[in-house]
């Protein structure tokens, strides 16, 4: 504090507490509908008292999925592929990404500037740019409405690659002389020297990507097209798709609180890591 | 920079980096060729006919209004979303920055919608205006301004920028905030004892310190509108009404996928391709000059 401005202080709390209110305003209203009946939260204005059906509402959509106009799985089903996918996607881009940072730091090998040049390129090649052949090579491949079809073609990871390309030099060459004088080979130099160092570095990355995982849409729209197979975001949509009428908005307000919970909680708990991983993973 | 100390195997490090190559391989290079291949396709939407036609896929495309339309949907909701969304986060960085009590409660607030995923996001807030029953679109109309984002092109195009800045608050203030931090005390000390006050440092110190931040920012905020926010639109307007919400991811998918024009859709694909590598190296000029003069 360089000087005492008391008026300037207090308009710095308004303007913070206006921001919070716009994030915090819209989730509320979310959540007052999810625990309404399906009339209440159809009215117009919608009151913004919190209803009866919280249990009922919570319950019916865990359960019981939703059947009638739309069908959709329960949505402890949903988040269980969520899940699913999230961790395969997360462990699976900092595995092969800290592999080959490894190999590409620790190695000199014929091709090593080809295959981090192919790394980086991936960069420059985002899912919404090669929808059509992607979904055919996955599908050429059977592998479609299946965990392998929503997770693998997503973990190549240049930015994880980058980072512990980052992190593997920084790390001082007299580790991997005193290993290799230990007698030490490559890969227990990995496990017991490179690992328990990074490990900050894996669990920011790991906030990062499995937040990533969890939020994607476009690729299981494509992918998974059995109900069984849905994510809980694609759950979502299907749910509103019934038209205006149809739509049980306090179900879709209880789904749509479900769905944000794991996350919300995985950004909030591990708030130190996911700002590290966040600030690293783009410099 | 070069390791000193290497270790030496013929096969070894072919195996480590296998796996991401295999993958980089099959999903996005091979795909990414498909995809110029076939924008020099032309194709019925059964598959069973084709012709090469060079370039005559994007000859129509760039002659066709509606795809010109598309453009200029991007850029104008690129802009709205990357002006505003700054202009707001910076704000909320600001005063983060400067007030003591309560900063981390506000924080930790503040971050939450990162974790939101977009297809949330989208309806979340077509709920708030959804013309019917939505308790906002009530407010509005209370005060005089009749609000129906389903016939009206501008009110849909709104939804989707409010929509799509809501989300992308938390990234641009954790940047900001950590651009703020980094600024060295003294400096702003000196100016207040030189009688500048808070906008006066605000603006001659601050803002230009943190330029490299905004426009890290800028370009981050451009490439989300133009290739994240599909789920925003797909999830609420669905490019109308009309046209008015059709941003370029969008029509790639619709056509691609819905319309069953492939040598279009790959057509346009091969152009997007082409703004992600311009934006690419744009940002990476900006990485190496940060690494230069810091």
């Given at each position: 504090m360089i000087e005492r401005r008391p008026l300037l202080d207090f308009f710095s709390h308004v303007v913070l507490v206006l921001g919070v209110l716009t994030v915090v305003f819209p989730l509320y209203v979310a959540f007052v509908a999810s625990t309404q009946t399906a009339e209440q939260s159809a009215l117009s204005p919608l009151s913004l008292v919190p209803g009866s059906e919280f249990v009922n509402n919570y319950s019916a959509v865990l359960f019981k999925g939703a059947a009638g106009q739309v069908t959709a799985p329960p949505v402890l089903h949903m988040l269980w592929v969520s899940l699913a996918t999230a961790l395969i996607i997360a462990i699976g881009k900092i595995s092969i990404s800290m592999l080959s940072a490894f190999a590409i730091v620790y190695f000199r090998f014929p091709g090593r500037g080809l295959f981090f040049w192919m790394i980086f390129v991936?960069?420059?090649?985002?899912?919404e740019v090669r929808i059509t052949p992607t979904y055919q090579v996955v599908s050429d491949l059977g592998m479609l409405n299946s965990y392998a079809g929503l997770s693998i073609p997503l973990i190549a990871s240049a930015t994880a690659t980058f980072l512990f390309r980052q992190f593997f030099l920084t790390v001082p060459d007299e580790l991997a002389e005193a290993a290799r004088i230990d007698g030490a080979g490559p890969l227990r130099f990995l496990k017991d020297v490179l690992w328990p160092l990074s490990r900050t570095n894996v669990i920011a990355l790991f906030v990062i990507m499995f937040i990533y995982g969890w939020n994607q849409y476009l690729w299981p729209l494509m992918i998974a097209t059995e109900p069984g197979m849905y994510p809980i975001g694609i759950g979502i949509k299907t749910l509103i798709s019934g038209g205006d009428s149809a739509v049980e908005w306090n179900l879709v307000m209880a789904t749509m609180i479900l769905a944000m919970l794991p996350p919300g909680l995985v950004v909030v708990v591990m708030q130190k890591w996911f700002v590290k991983g966040l600030v690293d993973s783009e410099k | 920079m070069e390791k000193r100390a290497r270790f030496t195997s013929k096969w070894l490090p072919y195996l480590l980096v296998a796996p991401q190559i295999i993958i980089t391989l099959l999903f996005f290079f091979w795909p990414a060729i498909q995809a110029l291949y076939q924008s020099m396709l032309l194709q019925d939407a059964f598959g069973g006919y084709s012709e090469f036609v060079w370039l005559d896929n994007f000859k129509a495309l760039f002659g066709d209004p509606t795809y010109l339309e598309s453009f200029r949907t991007t850029a104008l909701f690129s802009a709205l979303v990357a002006f505003f969304g700054l202009a707001v986060s910076l704000l909320l960085a600001v005063f983060a920055d400067r007030v003591r009590r309560g900063a981390s409660l506000y924080k930790t607030f503040l971050i939450w919608p990162y974790a939101v995923s977009p297809v949330v996001v989208g309806v979340l807030w077509m709920f708030l205006l959804?013309?019917?029953?939505?308790i906002l679109s009530h407010v509005l109309t209370w005060l005089g301004l009749p609000w129906d984002y389903m016939v009206n092109g501008t009110h849909a195009m709104i939804l989707i920028v409010v929509a799509a800045i809501w989300k992308q608050i938390s990234y641009n203030f954790l940047f900001f905030l950590a651009g703020l931090q980094s600024i060295p005390k003294s400096l702003i000390e000196a100016a207040a004892i030189d009688g500048a006050g808070p906008v006066k440092r605000f603006f001659t110190i601050v803002f230009p310190l943190i330029s490299p931040t905004t426009f890290f920012l800028f370009v981050v905020n451009v490439v989300y509108a133009f290739f994240d926010t599909f789920v925003i639109v797909d999830a609420t307007t669905h490019g109308g009404p009309g046209k008015d919400t059709e941003i370029l991811v969008y029509k790639v998918f619709s056509d691609g996928f819905?319309?069953?024009?492939l040598g279009s859709s790959a057509a346009q694909s091969v152009v997007l391709m082409v703004v992600v590598i311009l934006l690419t190296v744009v940002q990476f000029k900006y990485v190496e000059k940060k690494v230069q003069y810091a």
């Open positions: 991936t960069l420059m090649l985002p899912v | 959804s013309p019917s029953l939505g819905k319309g069953g024009d």
